[in-house]
Nanobody, 123 residues
Framework: QADVQESGGGSVQPGGSLRLSCRLSGFSFDDFDVGWYRQTGGHECEPVSV???????YFEDAMRGRETISLDKPNRILYLQMNKLKPEDTGVYYCAADRSLHSWCDPDKYTYWGQGTQVTVSS
């Protein structure tokens, strides 16, 4: 069954780190972009990082270099390493996959959109 499933969210103090994981199934990495989006309090849903089929990452303005996206192809897991977390990073983080991911959230259009994992940054 084709699907994307996130894990790894939780609570962390400001300045801490988290690594999110997303298990991917049912499609070829040669055909689909994969990426992370988030919905933080008071803001529109936005991309955190998208990895294209060529291996290039895009749309990484949200966390300004505090994030690293990586793809373990043999195990079909997409990671998002987040460092120096801030309270404004608190929100729900979604994994997505589609033939073309864009700089906006579109859970109705994108082929795969996960259930989301909560990240809370608080002292």
């Amino acid at each position: 069954q084709a699907d994307v499933q996130e894990s790894g969210g939780g609570s962390v103090q400001p300045g801490g780190s988290l690594r999110l994981s997303c298990r991917l199934s049912g499609f070829s990495f040669d055909d689909f972009d994969v990426g992370w989006y988030r919905q933080t309090g008071g803001h529109e849903c936005e991309p955190v990082s998208v990895l294209s089929t060529t291996g290039t990452s895009y749309f990484e303005d949200a966390m300004r270099g505090r994030e690293t996206i990586s793809l373990d192809k043999p195990n079909r897991i997409l990671y998002l390493q987040m460092n120096k977390l801030k309270p404004e990073d608190t929100g729900v983080y979604y994994c997505a996959a589609d033939r073309s991911l864009h700089s906006w959230c579109d859970p109705d259009k994108y082929t795969y959109w996960g259930q989301g994992t909560q990240v809370t940054v608080s002292s």
